[in-house]
């Protein structure tokens, strides 16, 4: 098999450059004798790759006798051209993805083979509700079932679970009850393969023998998933506001969004035959109203003369305002909280405890900073607070939960009698 020219691949690059000192190249020229299987394989016209594929998956499926005679191939595929067929082995042994038996006068599939034919199998297995998540998500699992967990395959699932998150954002926020609802049927579709994946990040925040950017990859998995878990309510509270503004058609028990639904499954052939005899073949203009003509011809005449003839000059330099002494405190305490919330998060993640005190939490040195912080925990979870990017939309996402709060607690403290009994605890799927 031809191997790749240093040369030739210099061309592709700035002059000065190295390809060799370039890690991203190292790695894909290092696994160049699998890669050019794929590229024997899907070379050439969308038939030949069919054919291709075809033949040596059955060549492959043969577990219990793998090697085969000229004669078993040209009795298994009795079905296809002898021409082609014979076209077909000659770019499979050319390729090497076939191996001759001198010996026993046989063929078998090479190693770049099977590894090849062991990709594709789980990729075609993968074909239904979201290819791309459930074969991301084995990847990850495989890798760490025998040890060896990709980076590269954590970076991939984390992107594909931004982009569903952002996809699935989208649509709420468009008002649009035909894409929400798509949107959560595909939210449905792609759920158990959310549920499968936070299994395995479940299983490899618990391998202490991670190195650090691993860790790092699993814990951003984890909260992407828990922001796609809080959308499920999401879809459902906006779906009810919306069932709210439909309008009943009299009593015919249809509503606007059947009428909306109807339409859009008509083609526009039929549309244009219910419309027929509805228009006007001379429309009359009611947009050009006079008011409006008036305000387009005042501004014609006059008001980009005007413009024209005005000194456009900079405004002098002025001090920017100060801030108001109370806010810029109540936005340190704020993220003062934000910082302390957090190391609680993690320290209930690296002990294993169910849940903490919000003492350790909302405590400050005085009253009205306690009360402030106490305030600010109410937002957590919170889905309308979660739309900017302040320190309030950042509390409102920090996966935590508050239960209990049935009595109060005496603490040990000059300015604060009685405290609720609340904990915290990591914020769970009901």
């Not at 021409?83 to 000659?90: G, N, Y």
């Not at 039929?270 to 003509?293: D, N, V």
């Not at 040195?365 to 302040?390: H, K």
Request: hydrophobic share 45%; net charge negative.
């Amino acid at each position: 098999m031809t191997g790749l020219s240093v040369h030739s691949l210099s061309d592709f690059f700035q002059p000065g450059i190295d390809p060799d000192g370039l890690s991203s190249v190292n790695r894909l020229t290092a696994a160049w004798p699998y890669l050019s299987v794929f590229i024997t394989l899907f070379r050439g016209g969308d038939e030949e790759v069919l054919l291709r594929l075809l033949v040596l998956r059955e060549l492959g499926n043969r577990a219990d006798a793998p090697l085969w005679t000229p004669a078993e191939i040209a009795q298994r595929f009795a079905y296809l051209n002898p021409t082609k067929l014979d076209t077909i082995l000659k770019r499979l042994r050319e390729g090497e993805l076939l191996v001759w038996e001198s010996d026993g006068g046989r063929y078998q599939l090479s190693e770049g083979a099977r590894v090849a034919l062991a990709a594709l199998a789980t990729m075609i297995d993968f074909a239904g509700d979201d290819v791309e998540l459930g074969y991301l998500t084995s990847q990850v699992a495989a890798g760490q079932a025998v040890g060896q967990v990709s980076d590269e395959a954590l970076r991939h699932l984390l992107a594909r679970l931004n982009e569903l998150y952002a996809e699935f954002e989208a649509a709420l926020e468009s008002q649009s009850e035909f894409r929400i609802r798509a949107a959560q049927h595909r939210l449905d579709a792609v759920w158990r393969w959310v549920a499968k994946s936070t299994e395995v990040v479940r299983r490899l925040t618990a391998d202490d023998t991670l190195d650090l950017a691993t860790l790092n990859q699993a814990q951003a998995i984890a909260l992407a998933q828990s922001r796609m878990l809080a959308l499920a309510g999401t879809f459902e509270r906006r779906l009810a506001q919306l069932a709210a503004q439909r309008v009943h058609l009299g009593s015919s028990g249809l509503t606007s969004t059947d009428i909306a639904d109807w339409l859009r499954r008509q083609q526009v052939g039929q549309l244009a035959t219910q419309l027929s005899g509805c228009l006007s073949l001379c429309p009359e203009p009611a947009f050009l109203a006079t008011p409006e003509l008036a305000d387009v011809a005042e501004f014609e005449l006059l008001a980009r003369e005007r413009a024209k003839a005005g000194v456009a000059v900079l405004p002098g330099a002025e001090a920017a305002p100060l801030a108001d002494a109370p806010e810029v405190e109540r936005l340190f305490a704020a993220e003062a909280m934000y910082d302390e919330l957090l190391q609680l998060g993690l320290e209930l993640g690296e002990s294993g405890a169910a849940e903490l005190p919000i003492a350790r939490a909302v405590l400050a040195d005085s009253y009205n900073e306690t009360a402030y912080r106490l305030s600010l925990l109410s937002l957590l979870g919170d889905p309308e607070s979660r739309g900017d990017a302040s320190i309030v939309a950042a509390l409102a996402k920090l996966p935590l939960q508050l239960t209990g709060g049935d009595a109060v607690i005496e603490p040990d403290h000059p300015e604060v009698a009685a405290l609720s009994d609340a904990r915290l605890r990591p914020h769970t799927p009901n």
